[in-house]
């Protein structure tokens, strides 16, 4: 067997197959105090606040780490140590923000629904209306764990009127799907660099409500992840208070322009779609059956049913797939045996029918004839 | 004016100038969870042990973020909710850790020396000796704040005998000076990708007592921070909990293999060594004046008094000096006015030599006569 060793296309929900060019960006060592690095900083972070419409009300804060730690921070920043925070669950991402709270000792209810259904505006109202002692509601935009799509703007309305205050983790989706931030509302969005932006893995950013954030002095539980000490620290010397990922800023930085050049969230999410479409017909007319209907799936990453086929082998199917140079995902679901393939990063509808293609033959190989959940 | 635009000598305490090839090492995108990548994870844990000496007794427990995220995760993980650290100061990363246990609500008790005194093991005994409550020690093996060099094993030696534990903050040193996590012993070693080992920014990691960090469980405040999670679940599948900033992983993995090349830690603290001799005897040469007499002097950074001269600005100096491709780094002392001048990183005395020429010219054209602190 010859093995290939170019660079396979990562499949997954990142991190992601990125350009070339924002790669090149990590060709240089910045020092992390100098002036050259200090502006690239304030680029990066006035142009997150404008792709979340965040206008002059709000601002970005980076944190170093996964999407995990900017959430942990923007949780522990935002919950008062004396709030309680409703948390909207369909998928590991909703569970892993109690988790969070379990850790920072801050009282929480959730409202869990299956990981193929989104939950319910009117039963949020309900439950707000129930709990006067609940003061934020956490929803997460796209739950990666299904690729659901989750309704942001209408739970933010009923958060609102509740005169609740909302905060949304966007990791999978900011970028490529729409969210203005003051006209939801809410008072804070995490994300990071790696996700539609199309960056390295390194860092994650909270983009949110200056006001709010300068008044949460002293809620954060962590010298690392508190939000408004390094947004203290960086209004008065705009330098990150603890060592940056120089290379992988310098590379978001490129990874942003290029995301401008590609029309912003709109372009980005339009490439997205399309993956995401000729990626589900392909699947179906080779006899796979994905977990979610048109109209909750995102443009992020799709599940499919695992084929009951006994020739089936995850393992073996995913391995010769990488041989051929495209990586794919396992499932995270707990309803339903299934696996993912993610439609984000610097791929193209070329690329997706190459998997497509590939997976054809290798199912082939395999002798796999029955391809959906069930017998037909 | 020309504005040289080629990259910057970076004479700091890290980030760092590191080689062509670690960076080249970022020009490929890893799948996280991808057998290539894991494989690569387990190398660089596996090093980082054998670096420190650890043995079968000791694993490696790598974290997302900088070098404070790791001693936050470190000393949170490693000292009990009812523990009680005494924390060695003479700098500001010892504050620092005193600032984690403010925010980590645990008790603790310092012992604090001048910026340019180490601490004494026979006060540490005498301190130990009078508070039975104090469970666990720490010291910073090199104070990047003055330069100065720690009497680990003198300490390390005192707090076993007193049947405590040490957590040792050896971020910009280990990879250059000998360290024997089991021989001194301490329970616990952080450090970061971007100091002496020369990769970029972006992951800290802890080589801890297999057995002490089993039996954490419980102890961390953060999610994100929690060491003993981390291991727990890395043992099962050799991954990273949350996203790991996979670009920086694969260029401190070709950084460790180019460490290993030079000769391990002499080879690396050697030249350093060197760099260190020539700096400090050119700076003497042009009228500076170190802040620490050699015996106290880590081959890492170096602390000069400010010139008196009242034509020299320091931040011109900076400025000059960057122009022509040196960055030097301001000063952190509160015993005197002082800027400091790094010997670590991928740079040899050729730059050391270089650097001291940019200087000689640069004081010249500013016309700074008295260079050292106080009128000859």
């Known amino acids: 067997m010859v093995t290939k060793n170019y660079e396979p296309f990562l499949l997954t929900p990142g991190p992601l197959t990125t350009s070339l060019t924002t790669k090149q960006a990590m060709l240089r060592d910045w020092g992390s105090r100098d002036a050259a690095f200090i ?57 892993r923000i109690a988790k969070i709270c379990d850790y920072l000792d801050r009282d929480y209810v959730t409202y869990e629904t299956a990981e193929n259904t989104p939950p319910d505006p009117a039963e949020v109202d309900a439950i707000l209306d129930g709990d006067a002692a609940i003061s934020h509601v956490a929803i997460i935009h796209c739950e990666t764990t299904s690729g659901i799509l989750n309704p942001v703007a209408e739970v933010a309305a009923v958060v609102a009127k509740r005169n609740r205050r909302l905060l949304v983790d966007s990791m999978s989706a900011f970028g490529a799907l729409e969210i ?39 809620n954060a539980h962590s010298l690392s992840l508190d939000l408004q000490d390094q947004w203290s620290a960086m209004e008065k010397n705009a330098q990150w208070r603890f060592t940056p990922p120089t290379h992988v800023v310098a590379a978001f930085h490129q990874a942003l322009a290029e995301h ?46 695992m084929p009951v086929d006994p020739s089936f ?26 696996f993912r393939i993610g439609c984000i990063g610097r791929i193209d509808e070329t690329v997706i ?6 997976m054809e033959k290798t199912l082939e190989d395999m002798g796999v004839r029955q391809r959906g959940p069930a017998a037909a």
């Open 260 to 305: 401008a050049d590609e029309g912003g969230v709109a372009g980005r999410g339009g490439r997205y779609r399309r993956n995401c479409e000729i990626l589900i017909s392909g699947m179906k007319a080779l006899g796979f059956e994905p977990l979610l209907p048109a109209a909750l799936q995102a443009p992020i990453i799709v599940t499919f049913h």
């Open 39 to 95: 502006q690239i900083n304030r680029e990066v972070r006035d142009r997150l606040v404008a792709l979340a419409g965040g206008g002059e009300a709000f601002t970005c804060v980076p944190v170093q780490g996964s999407g995990t730690f900017a959430v942990e921070a923007m949780v522990a920043t935002f919950l008062p140590r004396d709030g309680k925070l409703l948390i909207l669950i369909n998928g590991a991402y909703g569970h």
């Open 353 to 358: 029918q190459g998997a497509l293609s590939a």
């Open 180 to 218: 203005d931030v003051a006209a939801l509302p809410c008072d804070a969005l995490a994300a990071s660099s790696n996700k539609c932006i199309e960056g390295a893995p390194g860092m994650g950013f909270v983009i949110c409500r200056t006001e709010t954030l300068a008044a949460a002095k002293g």
């Open 313 to 338: 082998d995850f393992q073996v199917f995913y391995d010769r797939l990488a041989e051929q140079g495209y990586v794919i995902y396992p499932g995270k679901l707990t309803v339903a045996d299934s």
